[in-house]
T-cell receptor, first 115, second 118 residues
Framework: DAGVIQSPRHEVTEMGQEVTLRCKPI?????LFWYRQTMMRGLELLIY????????DSGMPEDRFSAKMPNASFSTLKIQPSEPRDSAVYFC?????????????FGPGTRLTVL | AQKVTQAQTEISVVEKEDVTLDCVYE???????LFWYKQPPSGELVFLIRRNSFDEQNEISGRYSWNFQKSTSSFNFTITASQVVDSAVYFCALSEPSLTGANSKLTFGKGITLSVRP
């Protein structure tokens, strides 16, 4: 089975530009998570969805960040306008949780560099 | 609030040495899950193990073993006879119940960078 797929793997953009990161969760998984990893803050949860509905977006740093999940097989994380401090690795993860906690499986990440 | 502390930031060992990575957690929940993930130099996050708060049995998987002790709120990870391929950053994580009732959110420690020298 295919794992979590993220695109692009690397993104270099200039400050002020819009950036869109994409994620395809594992088929059958009903939870999707977006994380950001930086040296200073480590791994932090930005937002997560259950059955395509955003459940908790308290980790989204500011209004420049937005996330959508139009269907069960696709999600986007958009940053507009981007700033140099947004440079990080962004991970998408998915899991299937019916009764008990299941394991979150992570995608390969998107390394974002904002110049 | 939930918290995961990985006090060791970097560990360097010589191949074939045993090494233990420490993880201490804080939570007010009675039901929770603990995880270890490995992040090799290639950057992906690889799931290693999941334990629930009601199962304190130690687990062994090949050269890997985990020691879960609720009394000390610790979930330590030992690699026996380390190999160069074990070089990676290792993260301990703790789940917390979500608004839906299921354990969804993960709180990660800062990670431990393990270097295994030939």
């Amino acid at each position: 089975d295919a794992g979590v797929i993220q695109s692009p793997r690397h993104e270099v953009t200039e400050m002020g530009q819009e950036v869109t990161l994409r994620c395809k969760p594992i088929s059958g998984h009903d939870y999707l998570f977006w994380y950001r990893q930086t040296m200073m803050r480590g791994l932090e949860l930005l937002i997560y969805f259950n059955n395509n509905v955003p459940i908790d977006d308290s980790g989204m740093p500011e209004d420049r960040f937005s996330a959508k999940m139009p269907n069960a097989s696709f999600s986007t994380l958009k940053i507009q306008p981007s700033e140099p401090r947004d440079s990080a690795v962004y991970f998408c993860a998915s899991t299937r949780q019916k009764v008990i906690t299941d394991t979150q499986y992570f995608g390969p990440g998107t390394r974002l560099t904002v110049l | 609030a939930q918290k995961v502390t990985q006090a060791q930031t970097e560990i360097s060992v010589v191949e074939k040495e045993d090494v233990t990575l420490d993880c201490v957690y804080e939570t007010r929940d009675t039901t929770y899950y603990l995880f270890w993930y490995k992040q090799p130099p290639s950057g992906e996050l690889v799931f290693l193990i999941r334990r629930n708060s009601f199962d304190e049995q130690n687990e062994i998987s090949g050269r890997y073993s985990w020691n879960f002790q609720k009394s000390t709120s610790s979930f330590n990870f030992t690699i026996t006879a380390s190999q160069v391929v074990d070089s990676a950053v290792y993260f301990c994580a703790l789940s917390e119940p979500s608004l839906t009732g299921a354990n969804s959110k993960l709180t990660f420690g800062k990670g431990i960078t393990l270097s295994v020298r030939p």
